[in-house]
Every structure is written in structure tokens, then in C-alpha cells.
């Protein structure tokens, strides 16, 4: 009975000496340099803007602010050259600058108390596609005769291709994305992504050098009695870039809900194509198929 | 399964002849130690052979007449005339300060009794008293146990999952009691541990890092009835073994918590409860025909509760909730050892390992008026596991003096249920019941076939090869997979006495196990390679040098390089924990490095003795998916110094032991900075992961054992002491943004364990 009392009271006291606590302040968040974060997508045969802000060090208290000094210039691998001029009600810098398929430029971005960055990018080729519509030539998700769209894509072989699409109904005023159910067998979990757009970013992995042919059917409800420019399918090829950005940066979305616990759950890298800066600088050759 | 036994020994020795004559036995020393490397020799002739690593010995075409000479440069020589197909026990005696030290076996192996001896592991410190076979295996170079007080094993700068750990040759897929703080063992149910740290015969396969074989206690140098009764802070144990040398054995190893005992059966059932226990269990017989027959179990189990009850304005009861958590292994295993002809031995084995987790979570709400009906509740139970059926035949053959041949057929049929959820919400008022199961409702099978052959071929008195090959056919989601793997080794007697060693394997592994949040973690799901989730692949490199010191001390160098292949990361761990999504799109692949150089000084003679090692290592992974380029491993601990040292003499009132470890910080991961993503939305980033390394670690943990002997039965109190000098070695580190999602207000707290005392308290009887 001494000996059980002598373990009992031992239990107790390894119960409060099992684990202590200490704040510290480790060197690598005092040692920090902000740098210049770019975040844009450009979209080719369009205007394009772009909007500069600069990050902070973690310990920081402050809300990351906007970069309205700097100066931002591009080179194109076609000679031509510009710069972009920040511009004060969008916030953004802007350039009258069309970049095309298949162009490739460097863009620059100096400030006077930040590190230079620069990123170069290539828009990519257009892919060839092909959209249809059939009136009431499905069934919705409600069991309702729902119209059809089709999207022919002809993915092109040897090489690894990343894609966006975005279906849009006309609510009579104007498009609005539908909620778009990654259905297709080929928008697996592992190679696909929902935007907050409604967008569906995907990667040809599962038909690569393939004619895919991606089927959607207009919720009835919400389509019957529209007539004229009825919908509107998006179709982007993007940059691995901007693929690559958009599912990291899920990734750290999620990794916030979850408890810190000191691995990799927490801890996501967020990806970016800018040199020695943060960001993105996703480039994409969209294709807007009005169907009626 | 004897007949597929006899086929497969068929088809792989048809082309050779047996039958000689022959004679066998085991060399050892006056304590029973074996003695490698003897030279067994019919005098006058050019017939001769030598003992292997475990003194084993068989010489061929003896003609039954001549005597034989057992010559090893640090032994008498004996003369022995020995009958034909017999085996026998050859003692020799050393020279005077001779030392005896093994220089056997293959690069990076170890265990404790051939090769390491005398280490009284016994008395090493362990964590809450706990003994420990994996605390053990931590203060060797080359294992590290990965977060600060878990009884983790990472061997060699690879993962949790590449440690194959074998009890009397069954798998067991989780080791581990209490969210991975002590072992499943109970210390007295394994009497060797060996460890192959990367290169390994190609009768093991599997796993890419290492093997860890936990033998039972199988023999004794007496006959008899003995045991021992331990009390620890967590558990009461008993171990009983009934031993007849040679003849028959029966082992019992027995533990369980106690505290939760003391606790009245309402809170255990409404409020806190905790148990663990574990058994093994052990029985062999050698048959008049010296065949012999093993049987093992083994059986644990982890349990978790918290309730808590929610009361309304009134104070009576309005929901009361229930937290379950519980973790088994069942191990069982038949084996059936026999010699088929003079040449050639076969054991066939059969075996069962089961491991299976939950997660309960249960819900009743005492307020809603119902009828007749219960109370209103709402259950949510996520269940996964492996079970993993075993059929093996594994023989060895000799084909003459120089050439012995293991061969065999291994079959794994392994069954996974990587994540089931069962969901009821039953008994609300006006509300019909819900039952849903979804995830997996019933286990998916793999079938894992291996066959290998390997040569030990005694090239000369100087050198020794092993060539082995391993071919194994992995069959899985309608696809086959194949996987070849070359098993080299060659061991060189240098003329200074020194032996040199050098090998190359390949190891694929078709099981892994997902971390979902912390290794040990008992959620952690045991997944198969699929279509898409390719298996691990590792190639590794290893050459040793090792030479005696003196009389009493050796040394080993071992240097190693290792390259990983379709490594696993969760990289989505709310997708992953979700039994309703497909497991492998939480999941990526990558690639890993691993290089080091170990040195081990070790004593092992005298009461006084121990080890002391060294390791300089390296091991970094690439993750493209989830980083851009290599980072640090997560247990990458370039420097690692460890010294283990105890007094032992059994006659001494007082004995101790010490363990000390000095080398680099753990690795974590934390934010530097923040900056604006494309929404506006604050993110945070890090530069690359695994980006801190905390201070140097030091650690000190010292034994104290009180030996006493009353009433005729010996006893022995044992004091521990973890982390004596109560350095800060962080357990963990965790970023708290104090709830602002603007993540400011940045604190990083550390939490590690200090001065943590243990007992225990033993009868030996």
C-alpha cells in the first residue's frame, strides 16, 4: 500500500512536471528584408494592369501597404520595350501595351527602398476550341431538361498544358458564372481547382494530345425564358505559373484552418515567378465563345 | 503452403546435386558467445570451411574420419573428431587479452548479442521509467527519435514508415502506446534486437530504411521457471518464461495501466478514462526429429475518453459529449523450421498482423422530451486499418564449403481500410434516423509476392561475398508492378586484422503510412501504392571499416549515401483526414537525400561499458509540388554525439547508467513575413521549409537501479531522470497569432520537456 502510494503521488507529480513553456524570439523573424509583391494576370490581346504592394515581417503589426513609387518597365523578346504608370483610382500600374500569344518579356520592377524584382513570362499559344450549344439537350442537377454546352478542346501533345474555364449565364443584365461542379472524369482532385470566380483551373494530364470534349448543362432554373447572347464559356490556356500560384495558395487557405503543430501542415510556400520578390505574374490567351 | 515451399526449393536448386556428407555445429566462447570467422579444417586435407557471423558452421564432403582443426588467430586451436550429419556445440577459449569483439556481419548491422554484447541495456535511462527497445535504438548513430520525448525511430535520414519492425518476424504497424511516447514492448518479450540500418539480406524486403527484428527469448543457458513483477508510474507488468534448453520454451509478458483502476467506474465511463495494455506471448518445441515449432502472439491496445457535459440555466444536463479514442495490434505467427534433406533447412512461417484505429465522436442531448424513444444522439466514428497475412518459406542450402544459399518465396497479402466513416443521428423528435457509412466499407486488397536468392559465397580466407537478388510482384488497383533488387556485399580481412566492408541494395517499398499531423500519431493511414501514388524506391551505398582496440574497446566508421524515390507528403490534411475523398489527391511525391558518416567506439567487457558514436549526416527532400527546390529534412541532425555508459555488476548494491546527447537543434518551419495575395487576402510566407533550427541539443538522462534481496527474491528499484540539466530542447514550436487573421500579434511559444523523473520497482523471481 506505501509502494501504490509512493507510484500515485509520483503519476501526480510527473502530470506537472511533464512539459514546460517559454516564449522566444528565434533570429530568422528579426532579420527581415520586405520585398516587393507583384500580383497580376495578364490576359494576351488585352490591356493589363498590374498591382504592387510590399510584404512585411511576420512579427510586424501592420497591414502590408501599396507600392505607388516604383518604377515598373517591360522588355518584350520582340524588341519592343515600355513602362507602366501607376495609375491612382485603379491602384494598379496600367500600360496601353497589348502583349500577344506566344510573346515573351521581362517585366522590372525598381523601388528606391526595395529590392529590384524582376519576372519573365511568356503568354502562352492560344489552343484551339471549338463551343456549341443544344437547347434543352441535358438534365440538369434538378432532374430538369437543362440546355447542353459543349467545349471541344484540341490539347496539344508533348508538352504539359494548363487550362481555365468558366461558364457564364445571362441573366438579362449580364454574365453571371454559374457554380461549375468539377464533373468532368478528367478534373480529377489532385489536378484541378475551383477559383473563387467559379472558375475551374485543370492541367491535360488525364487527356494529354487528346480531343477533349467537356460537356455542361445550364441549370433550368435559372436559364429558362432568356433569349439572345445566352451564355458565355471562357476558355483560357494559363501559364504553370498561374497554375501552380492558384493551388499553393489554396493550399495555404486550408493550411490556415488547421492548428499549428510546427510541421508542414501550417506551412505552405506559396508559389511565385517573381525574382527576388513575392507574387504572381500569371499570363493566360483567353477564348470567350458567346452562345445564343 | 509446404508444397509451394517444395516447388519453389525445386525449381531454384534442380540443376544441383546434394547429399554429401557433411558435419555442423556453432563455434563459441567460454560465455557462449559465437565465435566468427574460425577456420574449420579436415587436417592433412585442402577441405575446409569457416563459421559465420553467428558461429554457425558446416563443413561439407567430410569423409567422417579425419579430425577437424578449429584455428582462429585469437583462440586456441582445437583438434576434434566429429560424427557425420551431426551438429555440435564447439567451445573455444580466447588468448589472454584477446579481444573478442565481432567483426561480422554485414555494414550497418548491430544487435545485442552477437555483436554488441555486454551492454546491460537494462540499465539505460528511460522516459518515465518506461524500458524501451526504440530508446534503445535512439542512442545508436544513424537512428534519431525524431520530436523531442517520443519513442519514434528515423534511421538514416529516412522516414518513420521505412522501418520494417518485425516481432518473431511479424510485422507491426504501430509500436507505439500513448500518442508515441513508449513502446508496445514489454522489455523482458524481446531478448535480441538487431538492426539492419540500410543494407540487408535479401530475405528482408519491404521497407526502404531499415529492419528491426525483436526476437523472443527462445533458449537459456539453464532450465527453469523465472520471471519478474514491475510497477512504473503508467504500468504494472509481469513476465513469466518456463525454459527447457534446447527442448522447449513458454514465455508470458504481460502489461497494463493502473491509475485508471483507482478511478471510480462512473468517471471513467462519463468523464476521463486512459488504459493501455499489451501481450506477448511465446511457445516453441523442438520435435524428436529436431524439427521445431514457434508460436507467438501478441496483442495491444491504447484507450482514450473524455466526456464532457454542457448544463442549461438550471444546471441540469443538456448535451453530453464523448471523445473515443482506441488503437489495437493483433500479432500471430506459426513457424515451422525442419530440414528437408542434409543440405538443405526450410522454415515455413504464417502470419497475422492487424492493426486498427478510431475515432469516436458521440453526442446526446438529455433535454429533448422524446416518448418512448432514447435519447436523442448523433455518432461520428472514423475507422482505418491494415491487416497483413503472411505466408513465407524461407530456406538455406548449402551447396558446399564456400557456397551458402538462402533462397525463398515471401507472400504479403496486405488489406486496407484507409478511412471509414460511420455517421448516425438517431432518437430526435419528429426527425427520421440517419445511418451513413461511406469511405471504405470494406478492406481493399494488395498482394505482394517475393522470391530471392542469395550466395554467400567465402570467395577466400579474405573475402566474402554476398550476392543476392530480390524480385518481388506487387499486384494492386488491375495494375502489376515488379521490382528488382540487387542485394551486394563484400566483407575484405585486411592483413592488419581490420575488416573492410562494402554493399549496395536496392529496396522498394509498397506500403507507406500518411502523416497526419505527427508521427506516432495513431490516426496515421496505412495506404498501398496505387496507379497514381508510384511506390518508394531506394538505392543506398555503404561502406564500413572496423577494427578491434586494444582488449576491450572497437571502433566502426560507416559511411553511407542513399537516394529516395516517390517519397509521400500530405499535402492537404483536412482533405486527407476527410474518409469521404479519395486519400491520394491529399497526397504528393517527392525525392530524398541522404548521405552521413557515423563513428561508434564502444566497450564491451567489464562492468564498466558502454558506446560512444558520432554521426555527420545530411538528408534533404524535394517536394516540387509543394517547394521549388531541396530542403532540409524535417529530422536532418547533421551533428549528432551520443554516449551511452553503465555500471553494471549484479553483486554491487548500487548500479547506474548515463546517456548523454550533444547535436544540432531540431528543424521547424516558421512564417518570416507576410504579404497580399491575389484577392488582397494576407498570407504568409516562408522562405523555404523546415527554415529554423532550434539550439544545440543537450541532453543528459541518468539511471539509478537499487539492487536488494528480501525474502529470497531479488528486487530492484529503479530511478530515472529525463533531461537532467533541464536544457530546452523544444518539444515543439508553435506560432500563436492570438486569434487576429490579419496575423499580427505574432508569438512563438516553446514547449519542452525537462527533469522528468521515473521508477520503477522490480521482483525477479
Known amino acids: ?292 | 503452403m509446404q508444397k509451394i515451399g517444395f516447388v519453389a526449393l525445386c525449381l531454384l536448386i534442380a540443376n544441383v546435386s546434394i547429399g554429401q556428407r557433411f558435419t555442423s555445429g556453432t563455434v563459441v566462447d567460454q560465455a557462449e558467445n559465437a565465435v566468427a570467422n574460425v577456420r574449420i579444417q579436415e587436417r592433412g586435407t585442402k577441405n575446409f570451411t569457416f563459421s559465420n557471423d553467428k558461429g554457425e558452421f558446416v563443413l561439407s564432403f567430410f569423409d567422417g574420419q579425419t579430425p577437424l582443426v578449429f584455428s582462429h588467430e585469437g583462440y586456441d586451436s582445437l583438434v576434434l573428431k566429429l560424427e557425420t550429419n551431426s551438429s555440435t556445440k564447439v567451445f573455444m577459449t580466447a588468448h589472454p587479452n584477446y579481444n573478442t569483439y565481432n567483426l561480422g556481419f554485414i555494414a550497418g548491422f548491430t544487435d545485442f548479442t552477437y555483436k554488441n554484447v555486454n551492454k546491460h541495456l537494462q540499465n539505460m535511462p528511460y522516459f518515465l521509467g518506461e524500458s524501451d527497445v526504440n530508446r534503445q535504438l535512439q542512442m545508436l548513430p544513424g537512428i534519431e527519435q525524431g520530436r523531442e520525448g517520443y519513442s519514434n525511430l528515423f534511421v538514416r535520414g529516412g522516414e518513420a514508415d521505412q522501418n520494417l519492425m518485425m516481432y518473431n518476424g511479424t510485422p507491426i504497424y504501430n509500436s507505439n502506446h500513448i500518442f508515441g511516447i513508449s513502446s508496445t514492448f514489454h522489455h523482458r518479450s524481446i531478448a535480441n534486437t538487431s538492426v539492419y540500418k540500410g543494407l540487408a539480406p535479401s530475405k528482408y524486403g519491404g521497407r526502404a530504411s531499415a529492419y528491426i527484428d525483436l526476437e523472443s527469448e527462445k533458449n537459456a543457458k539453464f532450465s527453469g521457471l523465472n520471471g519478474e513483477f514491475e510497477m512504473t508510474p503508467l504500468n504494472a507488468g509481469i513476465y513469466l518464461a518456463n525454459i527447457e534448453k534446447d527442448q522447449q520454451y513458454f514465455t508470458i509478458a504481460a502489461r497494463r495501466s493502473w491509475i485508471d483502476l483507482l478511478v471510480p467506474v462512473e468517471s471513467r465511463e462519463n468523464s476521463l478514462n486512459a488504459n493501455i495494455y499489451d501481450l506477448q506471448l511465446n511457445v516453441g518445441k523442438t520435435l524428436r526429429n529436431k524439427d521445431k515449432v514457434d508460436f507467438s502472439f501478441m496483442s495491444t491496445r491504447d484507450l482514450y475518453f473524455i466526456g464532457l457535459t454542457e448544463e442549461d440555466s438550471f444546471g441540469n444536463a443538456s448535451s453530453i459529449f464523448g471523445l473515443t479514442q482506441k488503437w489495437s495490434n493483433i500479432l500471430t505467427s506459426l513457424k515451422y523450421s525442419t530440414q528437408i534433406n542434409k543440405a538443405i533447412d526450410v522454415e515455413y512461417m504464417a502470419y497475422y498482423s492487424e492493426y486498427k484505429t478510431s475515432l469516436e465522436f458521440k453526442q446526446e442531448i438529455p433535454t429533448v422530451v422524446t416518448g418512448n424513444l432514447g435519447l436523442p444522439t448523433t455518432r461520428q466514428e472514423d475507422v482505418s486499418g491494415i491487416r497483413d497475412i503472411g505466408l513465407q518459406a524461407n530456406a538455406t542450402y548449402i551447396y558446399s564449403n564456400e557456397h551458402l544459399v538462402s533462397f525463398g518465396m515471401q507472400s504479403s497479402t496486405k488489406l486496407f481500410q484507409v478511412g471509414k466513416r460511420e455517421y448516425s443521428a438517431v432518437d430526435y423528435p419528429n426527425t427520421a434516423d440517419v445511418n451513413v457509412i461511406t469511405g471504405d466499407e470494406k478492406y481493399q486488397a494488395t498482394q505482394e509476392i517475393a522470391l530471392y536468392a542469395e550466395d554467400k559465397y567465402r570467395f577466400s580466407d579474405k573475402t566474402s561475398l554476398d550476392l543476392g537478388l530480390r524480385q518481388i510482384l506487387f499486384f494492386n488497383d488491375n495494375k502489376v508492378r515488379a521490382g528488382f533488387e540487387p542485394r551486394l556485399h563484400g566483407t575484405f580481412y585486411l592483413d592488419n586484422k581490420d575488416v573492410l566492408k562494402v554493399g549496395y541494395n536496392r529496396h522498394n517499398q509498397y506500403v507507406s503510412q500518411l502523416n497526419l499531423g505527427t508521427i506516432g500519431n495513431p490516426s496515421n493511414i496505412w495506404v498501398p501504392a496505387t496507379q497514381q501514388i508510384e511506390p518508394q524506391k531506394l538505392d543506398i551505398f555503404e561502406a564500413s571499416y572496423e577494427r578491434k582496440l586494444g582488449r576491450i574497446f572497437s571502433a566502426s566508421l560507416n559511411a553511407y549515401y542513399k537516394r529516395m524515390q516517390n517519397l509521400n507528403l500530405v499535402s492537404n490534411l483536412t482533405d486527407a483526414n476527410n474518409p469521404d475523398l479519395d486519400w491520394q489527391g491529399s497526397v504528393i511525391q517527392g525525392e530524398g537525400n541522404a548521405w552521413g558518416v557515423e563513428v561508434m567506439l564502444q566497450k564491451s567487457e567489464g562492468s564498466f561499458n558502454g558506446w560512444l558514436s558520432y554521426a555527420y549526416s545530411k538528408s534533404t527532400r524535394n517536394f516540387e509540388d509543394l517547394f521549388a527546390a531541396d530542403f532540409d529534412f524535417t529530422y536532418d541532425r547533421p551533428h549528432m554525439l551520443k554516449i551511452h555508459a553503465n555500471y553494471y555488476d549484479e553483486l554491487a548494491d548500487w548500479n547506474f547508467g548515463m546517456n548523454i546527447i550533444i547535436g544540432s537543434g531540431q528543424l521547424f518551419t516558421l512564417p518570416i513575413g507576410k504579404f497580399l495575395d491575389n484577392n488582397d487576402e494576407i498570407q504568409l510566407q516562408y522562405n523555404t521549409l523546415n527554415n529554423y533550427r532550434s539550439p544545440m541539443y543537450t541532453r543528459l538522462d541518468i539511471s539509478l537501479m537499487r539492487l536488494k534481496n528480501s525474502y529470497g527474491l531479488d528486487q530492484e528499484w529503479r530511478f530515472y531522470l529525463y533531461n537532467t540539466l533541464g536544457s530546452r530542447n523544444p518539444l515543439n514550436i508553435g506560432v500563436d497569432f492570438d486569434g487576429n487573421s490579419n496575423f499580427s500579434a505574432l508569438q512563438v511559444d516553446r514547449a519542452y520537456l525537462a527533469y522528468i523523473p521515473g521508477v520503477a520497482y522490480i521482483v525477479k523471481f
Open chain 1, 1 to 292: 500500500m506505501k509502494r501504490l502510494r509512493f507510484f500515485v503521488g509520483l503519476s501526480f507529480v510527473l502530470s506537472l512536471s511533464a512539459c514546460l513553456n517559454d516564449t522566444i524570439r528565434p533570429d530568422i523573424l528579426q532579420d527581415y528584408t520586405p520585398k516587393m509583391v507583384i500580383n497580376a494576370v495578364l490576359t494576351a490581346d488585352s490591356t493589363v494592369s498590374i498591382r504592387l504592394t510590399q510584404s512585411l515581417p511576420v512579427v510586424d503589426s501592420t497591414y502590408p501597404t501599396l507600392v505607388q513609387n516604383a518604377t515598373v518597365t517591360y522588355e518584350s523578346a520582340t524588341g519592343a520595350d515600355g513602362s507602366f504608370t501607376y495609375d491612382p483610382i485603379s491602384q494598379t500600374y496600367i500600360t496601353n501595351k497589348v502583349f500577344v500569344p506566344g510573346e515573351i518579356f521581362r517585366l522590372r520592377g525598381e523601388h528606391p527602398t526595395l529590392p529590384t524584382v524582376v519576372s519573365e513570362v511568356r503568354m502562352p499559344d492560344k489552343v484551339e476550341s471549338q463551343a456549341s450549344l443544344t437547347l434543352d439537350g441535358g438534365v440538369d442537377t434538378s432532374g430538369l431538361s437543362g440546355d447542353l454546352l459543349t467545349l471541344t478542346v484540341n490539347d496539344p501533345g508533348g508538352q504539359k498544358n494548363y487550362y481555365r474555364l468558366r461558364v457564364l449565364y445571362n441573366n438579362g443584365v449580364r454574365f453571371i458564372p454559374f457554380s461549375y461542379p468539377r464533373a468532368d472524369p478528367s478534373f480529377a482532385d489532385y489536378n484541378s481547382l475551383v477559383l473563387e470566380d467559379n472558375s475551374v483551373l485543370f492541367t491535360d494530364e488525364l487527356f494529354e494530345g487528346q480531343q477533349k470534349t467537356i460537356l455542361s448543362v445550364a441549370v433550368n432554373s435559372l436559364t429558362a425564358g432568356i433569349s439572345g447572347d445566352k451564355y458565355m464559356i471562357e476558355f483560357a490556356s494559363v501559364s504553370s505559373d498561374y497554375y501552380d500560384y492558384f493551388i499553393s495558395l489554396d493550399r495555404a487557405i486550408d493550411a490556415k484552418e488547421v492548428t499549428f503543430q510546427g510541421g508542414f501542415n501550417n506551412a505552405v510556400v506559396i508559389h511565385s515567378n517573381i525574382d527576388n520578390g513575392l507574387g504572381i505574374l500569371a499570363t493566360e490567351s483567353r477564348s470567350n465563345f458567346i452562345l445564343r
